[in-house]
């Protein structure tokens, strides 16, 4: 008899000894009424059993066995110093992050138009002196000269879209 395709992945964590309390009592009571189950397990705790008495562990070095150790304890402490970071950051509402997000790149785009005009001030030109087709020319390369910022505009506009269309779902 086959054990129940639903129940692989707790049937192989209770081999291992790996199955949380909770879902032990639920299996446990699944096991005394699925014969099928109850027989794969009997049947993969002797194979592990027998495994077991078969095969010696590896034997490690002192000197890997500290480094093993060390390596592990490090990773931890690491692993546990993020946590901690990503915590306070995941702990705030969903709808904050995109609208820290948007503010972010709303700074962005207004200091990098303030660094524009403070570098040329000269942009803005006194047109009166100048014939109409001059005046033409020099609001031409004045949108030439800002096609850049127009296009991250654009960019900017199309992110906030995606954004936004994003807090909705």
Known sequence: ??????????LWLDVYGELDPIKRSVWERHLETCTGCREERRRLLGLLDLVRDEMDPPLLSPKKARAL????????????????WWKGLLGMPNRLIPAL???????VALGWFAINKVQNPSSFQNFSGL?????????DLDVIDNLD???????LWKLVQVVDNRDII
């Open 131 to 139: 014939k109409l087709e001059e005046q033409m020319i020099v609001k």
């Open 149 to 155: 910022f127009l296009e991250e505009m654009d960019t």
């Open 1 to 10: 008899m086959k054990a129940c395709p639903n129940h692989q992945e707790t």
């Open 69 to 84: 150790s060390w390596s592990i304890k490090r990773g931890l402490r690491e692993q546990h110093a993020t946590m901690r």
């Open 101 to 107: 997000a948007a503010v972010s790149l709303l700074i």
